[in-house]
T-cell receptor, first 118, second 116 residues
Framework: GAVVSQHPSWVICKSGTSVKIECRSLDFQATTMFWYRQFPKQSLMLMATSNEGSKATYEQGVEKDKFLINHASLTLSTLTVTSAHPEDSSFYIC??????????????FGEGSRLTVL | AQTVTQSQPEMSVQEAETVTLSCTYDTSENNYYLFWYKQPPSRQMILVIRQEAYKQQNATENRFSVNFQKAAKSFSLKISDSQLGDTAMYFCAFMKHGGGNTPLVFGKGTRLSVIA
């Protein structure tokens, strides 16, 4: 099946610094990637939809200047948490849909990245 | 906007027994897809089963099957012969038919514990 890889899996940073999380589709091209955030023991909340070569579409309430998303190629999307604060601590998950199979709807997920801001 | 409701925050089942997880959704769409994803302690999301709304036949994948009731907007997951490895969070998800840019909307999840 399609494989999505996230890096890093766990990152600890100081308040005020920026952290970049990478999401790669390893064996397929992904014109669209989705970034979700998951709080402990809660559901996945969509943050933004990332399209290759264009600006990301953010969900209501998500600060686009804080959560910078770049989708520069068909296999890589990045999420940068800028000026991180403790309330940004969370589990971030990316997902992608195999190009040309939108009719199945299935999303493939990365392993997730746990961010802890001290 | 679509919403997905999972009314059972936690459930437990004895090994080898059968358990059913509930999911209801609200939508005005006629064409859509429904999914059950599993999230084990590793946090990796894994697709369990998928149902297309225009198909009346319930989807089945080995020990996993669904009861899809379109009129009632209900999509329950049945796990037969439960195994210890089935212990995980289970999320029901909805996707309207709209192409590659359409995200999945998730329910709050049901934590399933399989007891030996």
């Amino acid at each position: 099946g399609a494989v999505v890889s996230q890096h890093p899996s766990w990152v600890i940073c100081k308040s005020g610094t920026s952290v970049k999380i990478e999401c790669r589709s390893l064996d397929f091209q992904a014109t669209t990637m989705f970034w979700y955030r998951q709080f402990p023991k809660q559901s996945l909340m969509l943050m933004a939809t990332s399209n290759e070569g264009s600006k990301a579409t953010y969900e209501q309430g998500v600060e686009k200047d804080k959560f910078l998303i770049n989708h520069a190629s068909l296999t890589l999307s990045t999420l940068t948490v800028t000026s991180a604060h403790p309330e940004d601590s969370s589990f971030y998950i990316c997902s992608a849909r195999v190009f040309g199979t939108s009719y199945t709807g299935e999303l493939f997920f990365g392993e997730g990245s746990r961010l802890t801001v001290l | 906007a679509q919403t997905v409701t999972q009314s059972q925050p936690e459930m437990s089942v004895q090994e080898a027994e059968t358990v059913t997880l509930s999911c209801t959704y609200d939508t005005s769409e006629n064409n859509y897809y429904l999914f059950w994803y599993k999230q084990p302690p590793s946090r990796q999301m894994i697709l369990v089963i998928r149902q297309e709304a225009y198909k009346q036949q319930n989807a089945t994948e080995n020990r996993f099957s669904v009861n899809f009731q379109k009129a009632a907007k209900s999509f329950s997951l049945k796990i037969s012969d439960s195994q210890l490895g089935d212990t995980a969070m289970y999320f029901c998800a909805f996707m309207k038919h709209g192409g590659g840019n359409t995200p999945l909307v998730f329910g709050k999840g049901t934590r399933l514990s399989v007891i030996a």
